[in-house]
T-cell receptor, first 114, second 115 residues
Framework: AQTVTQSQPEMSVQEAETVTLSCTYD???????LFWYKQPPSRQMILVIR??????QNATENRFSVNFQKAAKSFSLKISDSQLGDTAMYFCAFMLQGAQKLVFGQGTRLTINP | EAQVTQNPRYLITVTGKKLTVTCSQNMNHEYMSWYRQDPGLGLRQIYYSMNVEVTDKGDVPEGYKVSRKEKRNFPLILESPSPNQTSLYFC??????????????FGSGTQLSVL
């Protein structure tokens, strides 16, 4: 079975700083997808960024980028120039190719301070 | 507007009183699923459906039922709710194949409290 681990329950940084959220996963499969979801206080689940395991190039979406280390089974999220609106719970998630189930990590609560 | 509509947003009930949480999507998606979110555990899949009349168990199916009689609807049924089913519930849908098809569209969540 696949598992996803987020070892940082909470993080707090100042506005405009860069912050990195950690995520590791465990799988014996070779083909899969990885995702980061943001959940603000509204509870809405918002897709931040996604990565296909076969692509070596790290995905980027504006201020959000990932560091995907397939051999180490690591998928960290970097938020540059953090903004107050980035305050949220962030979930790392895994999906096998051919499946539709997301396996989520425990979440990291990120607070951006003014 | 493409969306997954989930109702109700909040629900307080008592042990043993049957309830249904509705979920509807307007994107003609093949896949629909239910997740529950609990502190420290993230989200876990309860049930999923690959098409009309095709459903299967996820990781935590005990105490839940689902049905998929129409492509757009995927209700979650708790026939005899218990306090350990107090949780935040999400319905999600997705198209299917490829990376874009793996993008799940989530409903706005249902906070359920079972007293």
């Amino acid at each position: 079975a696949q598992t996803v681990t987020q070892s940082q329950p909470e993080m707090s940084v100042q506005e405009a700083e860069t912050v990195t959220l950690s995520c590791t996963y465990d799988t014996s499969e070779n083909n899969y997808y990885l995702f980061w979801y943001k959940q603000p206080p509204s509870r809405q689940m918002i897709l931040v960024i996604r990565q296909e395991a076969y692509k070596q190039q790290n995905a980027t979406e504006n201020r959000f980028s990932v560091n995907f280390q397939k051999a180490a089974k690591s998928f960290s999220l970097k938020i540059s120039d953090s903004q107050l609106g980035d305050t949220a719970m962030y979930f790392c998630a895994f999906m096998l190719q051919g499946a539709q189930k997301l396996v989520f990590g425990q979440g990291t609560r990120l607070t951006i301070n003014p | 507007e493409a969306q997954v509509t989930q109702n109700p947003r909040y629900l307080i009930t008592v042990t043993g009183k049957k309830l249904t949480v509705t979920c509807s999507q307007n994107m003609n998606h093949e896949y629909m699923s239910w997740y529950r979110q609990d502190p420290g555990l993230g989200l876990r899949q309860i049930y999923y459906s690959m098409n009309v009349e095709v459903t299967d168990k996820g990781d935590v199916p005990e105490g839940y039922k689902v049905s998929r009689k129409e492509k757009r609807n995927f209700p979650l049924i708790l026939e005899s709710p218990s306090p350990n089913q107090t949780s935040l519930y999400f319905c999600a849908s997705s198209l299917g194949s490829g990376l874009s098809g793996r993008k799940l569209f989530f409903g706005s969540g249902t906070q359920l409290s079972v007293l």
